[in-house]
């Protein structure tokens, strides 16, 4: 059974910082992409973050870069985004999403994702 499993997520203060991780089980994670996105309330899945297979390559929308980090550990099947500077316009429940084919900036292109974890920044 295939599983991505997002944790990490909470309330915080502008400012500060949260690790989110995603925990993928059921899939050759060490063979595929991955990928974070997000979603605000009433807003369309944004594309937050990539990252190749041997975490050699890194994307990242322009909104977050300089402030995310996405790294992966294929030895613990595991992909992790460090959110640093955080602001209000952070606020949404973050998904990782395994496997892209073609655009990695679509969540639709991906074989699968997870939940999702809330994460919300007060001012």
């Known amino acids: 059974q295939v599983q991505l499993v997002e944790s990490g997520g909470g309330l915080v203060q502008a400012g500060e910082s949260l690790r989110l991780s995603c925990v993928v089980s059921?899939?050759?994670?060490?063979?595929?992409?991955m990928g974070w996105f997000r979603q605000a309330p009433g807003k369309e899945h944004e594309f937050v973050a990539a990252i190749s297979v041997n975490g050699g390559s890194t994307f990242y929308a322009d909104s977050v870069k300089g402030r995310f980090t996405i790294s992966r550990d294929n030895a613990k099947n595991t992909v992790y985004l460090q959110m640093n500077g955080l602001k209000s316009e952070d606020t949404a429940v973050y998904y990782c999403a395994a496997d892209p084919d073609g655009s990695w900036s679509r969540l639709v292109d991906y074989a699968a994702w997870g939940q999702g974890t809330q994460v919300t920044v007060s001012s």
């Open positions: 059921g899939r050759t994670f060490s063979n595929e992409a």
